[in-house]
C-alpha cells in the first residue's frame, strides 16, 4: 500500500466515522471530551482496522437515524460513552 493509498484510506475511514458519530448524534460530544483529538485518532484507527467499510457505508445511507450503531462497530463502545455524557441514555 502506497503512502497516498493510506492516507485516502484513514480519509474515507474518517468520513465514515463522521457519519456514524452524526447520525447517533454524538458528533458535538466527541469534539469536546477531554483530549478530544486522542480520542478520535484511536477511533479512526479503530474504524481503519473494521473489515466492514462497505456494510457500515451500506448501514449509513439506510439509516435517517439510529440509536446504535450496528453491532461490529468498533466504536460502540465510544458511542455509548458519548450518549451517556449526552444523557442519550
Known amino acids: 500500500m502506497s503512502f497516498l493509498d493510506y492516507l485516502i484510506s484513514v480519509d474515507a475511514r474518517a468520513a465514515l466515522m463522521g457519519r456514524m458519530m452524526q447520525k447517533l448524534g454524538v458528533d458535538r460530544q466527541l469534539k469536546v471530551v477531554a483530549d478530544h483529538a486522542a480520542v478520535t485518532d484511536r477511533a479512526v484507527n479503530r474504524c481503519r ?4 467499510q462497505d456494510e457500515c457505508s451500506t448501514w449509513l445511507d439506510q439509516h435517517e ?3 446504535d450503531p450496528p453491532d461490529y462497530c468498533r466504536n460502540r463502545d465510544l458511542i455509548a460513552r458519548l450518549q451517556s455524557v449526552a444523557g442519550q441514555r
Open 65 to 67: 437515524q439510529a440509536n
Open 49 to 52: 482496522s473494521c473489515g466492514h
